[in-house]
């Protein structure tokens, strides 16, 4: 059944998953170009009898090839199809590509590139491109529909609610279950006088925050009317530490004012309070950026790394590498790699003390590894293994971040991406111990600064400032 409850999703489920949606929008764009070149070849065979194209020809085509490249690449076609209907998509694709050969014949006509292309080619060109893009589409879409049904590419949601609208989305979400989302029932808010009936009623608001972070709940969608204004504070308050998305389904009738943030699922129309900045190309984007470039500062820098790993053994007895758990992409624990630095020591259970200016426990070699960063080096291992990326928000220890969680407005929200061995807030200067609470509200802010503005030129902009400002720093003791 389609509300029948499951096992939490794993995080190497949750890694495939991802990983799979990005493979099928960088894999349909490619196959979208080859069918464009195929067609025209086809067209030309269909209209001349030979596949012999002339060199006008050829060159028209890679012309073609360009602005299409050009405009599918700006356009919204490659995201995550979840919730938006074939007949929707198909009526994009035929758009695009009108714009696409629209914009090429009229290029050719303009430059009088060539009075000889066949009209009859352009036509026939033009509806193979069509018709074999959208059976492609097709295709791609009933392979992920058979996954899902697998159990692969699944989203887990929970709704709170219990009005009409809260009906709705459920009755539209249980009809279409091609969307891979598993709705696994509801929480009730004080204001309810109605029940969702063959969806199960998990509780009361008051257990809702319990249960999305026990069993890692992708989205949250809140279907309350706007009149309800102090119960979805409540909700969103609750789930201040949780980074499931949170969606808004809105009262029509009284959201005209929000239609600009409206979007449609499942034939509903929600608002997104809050998702992940990184989704489908920009997660691959982010992806392909972050293995080659640690591959190859692993090349240039493995001597170095073999040179420190002498002086950590010779500096003090112990492993070379320290190991820490820390929060990672969801808030899912990871292990990150750093240079042993301190000398081996034991603390309390539950309990992280900073190291600070002179710190006992530090070495004269290990002052100087977190004095130049270099003891972080180890982290691009991390990054190779999938666990960081190079930019993003610095990850904290664990029990740090239990101590700011509730202090700082949104700390948890920095944790949508996967932490990085340098940042937005290490290139500002704030780096090191974080002895206040003002200087971890200033570290969140920039962290989430970068998240509402990443991009692949921001990464970059990053690196360069690490490697000219940002390894040494007054505060990293």
């Known amino acids: 059944m389609f509300f029948a409850p499951s096992r939490p999703q794993a995080e190497g489920d949750w890694r495939i998953a991802s990983k799979l949606t990005a493979f099928l929008s960088w894999g349909l764009r490619a196959l979208d170009l080859v069918a464009l070149v195929a067609a025209g070849f086809l067209a030309y065979w269909l209209r001349f009898d030979t596949f012999a194209m002339p060199l006008d020809y050829v060159r028209n085509l890679a012309r073609v090839l360009l602005f299409a490249i050009l405009v599918l690449n700006g356009s919204t076609l490659y995201r995550s199809w979840r919730g938006r209907g074939v007949v929707r998509e198909g009526s994009q694709l035929l758009g695009l590509w009108t714009l696409v050969f629209a914009a090429s014949i009229l290029y050719t006509v303009a430059f009088k590139l060539s009075d000889d292309f066949s009209r009859l080619w352009w036509a026939t060109w033009f509806a193979l ?5 959208a ?3 097709v295709g791609v879409r009933t392979l992920a529909d058979r996954l899902r049904a697998r159990g692969v590419d699944r989203r887990t949601a929970v709704i709170v609610g219990g009005g ?5 989305l459920a009755d539209q979400l249980s009809a279409q279950p091609w969307l ?3 709705v696994r029932g509801w929480f009730a808010p004080s204001t309810s006088r109605q029940r969702l009936d063959g969806l199960p009623l998990l509780g009361s608001v008051d257990a809702l925050e319990h249960y999305v972070r026990r069993l ?3 989205q949250v969608w809140i279907a309350l009317p ?10 969103l308050h609750r789930l201040r530490h949780s980074t499931a998305d949170i969606k808004l389904v809105p009262d029509l009738f009284g959201m005209q004012m929000l239609n600009h943030s409206v979007e449609q699922m499942a034939g509903v129309p929600i608002i997104n309070l809050r998702s992940s900045p990184l989704r489908g190309d920009a997660y691959v984007l982010k992806a392909v950026e972050d293995h080659v470039l640690a591959f190859l500062i692993l090349l240039l820098i493995s001597p170095l790394m073999l040179a420190i790993a002498l002086g950590v053994k010779l500096s003090s007895p112990g492993p070379v590498f320290f190991r820490q758990r820390r ?3 969801n808030g899912r624990a990871i292990k990150v790699l750093k240079f042993r630095s301190m000398r081996v020591h034991a603390e309390a259970s539950g309990k992280v003390t900073q190291a600070r200016k002179g710190d006992p426990r530090v070495t004269p070699f290990g002052a100087f590894l977190r004095r130049t960063s270099l003891d972080e080096l180890p982290q691009f291992i991390n990054v190779l293994m999938g666990d960081m990326s190079i930019v993003g928000p610095r990850p904290h220890a664990i029990a740090h971040n239990h101590e700011f969680m509730d202090q700082v407005d949104d700390y948890m929200q920095r944790h949508r991406v996967k932490p990085g061995i340098t940042g937005w807030a290490q290139v500002n200067g704030l780096r090191g111990e974080t002895d206040t609470l003002d200087k971890m509200a200033r570290r969140v802010e920039h962290d989430l600064y970068y998240l509402q503005n990443w991009s692949l030129a921001f990464d970059l902009r990053i690196i360069v400032m690490t490697i000219f400002k940002g390894f040494i720093g007054r505060n990293a003791y």
Do not use: C, F, N, P
């Open 129 to 133: 491109t069509v018709v074999s893009t």
């Open 135 to 137: 059976v492609l589409r």
């Open 164 to 168: 009409r609208d809260a009906r709705r």
């Open 180 to 182: 891979g989302l598993q």
């Open 216 to 218: 890692h709940i992708d």
């Open 226 to 235: 706007m009149s309800a204004e102090s119960e979805i504070k409540d909700v």
């Open 327 to 329: 929060h990672g992409l």
